[in-house]
């Protein structure tokens, strides 16, 4: 297939991922068989992958300022305990299958949506960047930034679920958060990708150009239609990547 091709391919998907990652996750499930698809291995198409998935987050942390929404503060020491297991994955991701992890997001996403769809009666929303980093909230960072280093797909749904009902934000504030986290805990991650040899910059840089596209758009949506909207489309995009995990389809 000749190249530019693969670039325009890449900056369709990147669009369409870039949305899905802002509202809920999942568009790394696209990227990635797509880049494999093209002829990258999987090594190489993980890699390749967090070239887009930084622009992509820098380019909603942008939005989210511009609209006013930003906790800088709690996100940075919310990100910084990410460090450790997003390193400690990403050196993971350059030697071992992911196939077996696939298998468990399944039906640990399945198991989101039915925490979703159970009414909470004493779940009371506070927004206050004033809170507390509990050692529960310290330990599910740790092993965001791991998963997140390691496999990245499905990441944004467990970060959503951790922000939503740890700290008790609503669905537009985790969604701030969320893209802040994974921006600063995917440049150590990179950069091991980058150091193996693992990043195909070319393709890279043409799914980065969809991935911001995509993700300053669903921004600027989450601020504007709020917390319903956010919650219709990550139970949907949730339930097609679980039964795609469990090979249902």
Do not use: C
């Amino acid at each position: 297939m000749p190249e530019i091709y693969s670039i325009l391919i890449l900056f369709a998907v990147g669009t369409l991922s870039g949305f899905l990652n802002i509202f809920a996750g999942g568009g790394s499930s696209l990227t990635l068989p797509t880049l494999i698809f093209l002829g990258l291995d999987a090594a190489l198409a993980n890699g390749t992958n967090r070239v887009a998935i930084f622009i992509q987050n820098v380019s909603a942390v942008y939005s989210f300022k511009r609209e006013n929404y930003q906790q800088f503060n709690l996100s940075m020491k919310l990100s910084l305990l990410t460090l450790p297991g997003a390193i400690a994955g990403a050196l993971l991701a350059v030697k071992i299958s992911d196939a077996s992890f696939q298998k468990i997001l399944g039906i640990v996403m399945i198991g989101i949506i039915i925490s979703m769809i159970i009414p909470r009666s004493k779940f009371t929303i506070d927004n206050n960047e004033k809170k507390k980093i509990t050692w529960v909230v310290a330990l599910s960072m740790l092993f965001i930034g791991f998963y997140g280093g390691f496999i990245q797909v499905g990441v944004g749904f467990i970060v959503m679920a951790a922000l939503n009902y740890l700290l008790r934000f609503d669905l537009v504030h985790v969604s701030m958060h969320k893209v802040f986290i994974i921006m600063v805990y995917t440049v150590p991650a990179l950069f091991i990708f980058i150091f193996t040899g693992n990043v195909n910059w070319t393709l890279g840089l043409s799914l980065a150009a969809g991935n911001a596209l995509g993700g300053w758009w669903a921004a600027k949506a989450a601020v504007k239609k709020g917390d319903k909207l956010i919650k219709v489309i990550l139970i949907a995009v949730i339930l097609f990547m679980s039964l795609k995990l469990l090979n249902v389809f």
